[in-house]
DNA sequence: GATATAATCGGAGGTGCCTCCGTTTCCTGA
DNA sequence: TCAGGAAACGGAGGCACCTCCGATTATATC
């Protein structure tokens, strides 16, 4: 039922469009950080130097673009996961990512109605993005443990709920405060008890 | 910290504008029962021969006036409970009734989403129409218990999870007729074993 | 390089949202 | 009955949404 493989996912985009296709997602990326889900299509278009119709060629709805948008964000930030197990100790990369984590989570949360309404709409976004992210925590976890940097007791999912718990806490004034507390507590959890610890 | 209680919940109206709010009422009702929670206030307005501005001052925002359409039409649906039960055998109209409940689910059924929008938002809107719904419901359900044309060993809240799957029941094209039969089926259930069943 | 053409662009235009404020209407107290 | 003032009216105006289609441009072909 999909389109076969071999010609990419969709058809090559002409240069001229895809190169319009990107600057819209850099700019949209910006703005819906800056003035959350009902930043306006046309100040998108505008600042991107395309006209309202490209956009809307593009991203037949708002949903589209946040959802591409939203999908790209994650990719980097799970890439970032990779990025920092390479130059860093397994379970200094583990803490940063959760640091990042939350400085991404903070950076959505103007956004938060418009996901909500996303991933009602499209649930397989959230069943994608979710499972990306939780791999990453995966892998990193797995690597500080393998390490005996942490210690190997651990449940993944009791991390992804203490996250997933600073992804849906209140909106008050101290919550990057709080959150970032949250995450360095878990780290100490999880060091406690660690082969390292005990040396 | 609120005002006064004596001189009325928050003043009376004017006679030009509680006018116009009830005109406006009536029409928001016909519209969104027509196009969906989508309806144009603009439009809205015109119909019932008012400014846009006027609609505005009565209903600050689309779910002010979604909440009110809502919560009258809630009543009118509950208070038909008792004019029925004066006119009817009890059982009769309690299998009239939730008859009637299923008519005003399918009406609304295009405003599902805003409804949900305003229940998220609003959450004791959706708690007092669920109890006057509920009670209604409960006072039917006894009247026909006391007169022995429905068995007494029944739970209401079953029948409330009953009605409240007709309501989330996906919209499917034959949801009117499957919801119809469900109910009949409901009074068979209840009627069984009753005492008037058995004479 | 020139040409054909299919893909893409872009913005005018019609509609709806919401605010603001000058004008009109209702009510009260004398 | 009337005058004064508070309350309500209503629509112009500014902005955003989204569609539609003539103009433009990238690419394939010769």
Redesign the pocket.
């Known amino acids: 039922m999909k389109e076969a493989k071999p010609p990419a996912s969709t058809?090559r985009?002409?240069?001229?469009?895809?190169?319009?296709?990107e600057k819209l997602i850099g700019v949209a990326a910006i703005e819906f950080a800056e003035r959350g889900g009902?930043?306006?299509?046309?100040?998108?278009a505008r600042k991107a130097?395309?006209?309202?119709?490209?956009?809307?060629?593009?991203f037949?709805?708002?949903e589209h673009l946040v959802e591409v948008v939203y999908r790209r964000e994650v990719e980097v930030l799970c890439s970032a996961a990779d990025e920092l197990a390479q130059h860093n100790a397994p379970d200094v990369a583990l803490a940063e990512w959760m640091q990042r984590f939350v400085d991404y989570i903070a950076a959505k949360r103007g956004m938060a109605n418009s996901l909500r309404i996303l991933f009602d709409a499209n649930s397989e976004v959230f069943a994608n993005t979710s499972g990306m992210i939780a791999s990453a925590l995966q892998r990193l976890v797995d690597a500080a443990v393998a390490d005996g940097s942490v210690r190997s007791d651990i449940d993944i999912s009791d991390i992804s709920q203490a996250l997933s718990g600073i992804y849906s806490a209140p909106d008050t004034s101290d919550w990057r405060d709080r959150s970032r507390r949250l995450v360095a507590l878990l780290m100490d959890g999880l060091r406690w008890g660690s082969a390292k610890s005990r040396r």
Do not use: C, F
């Not at 985009?13 to 296709?21: G, I, P």
């Not at 009902?38 to 998108?44: G, R, V, Y």
């Open positions: 058809k985009l002409r240069a001229d469009a895809s190169r319009n296709r009902s930043a306006s299509l046309e100040e998108i130097g395309v006209g309202i119709g490209t956009l809307y060629r593009h037949p709805t708002r």
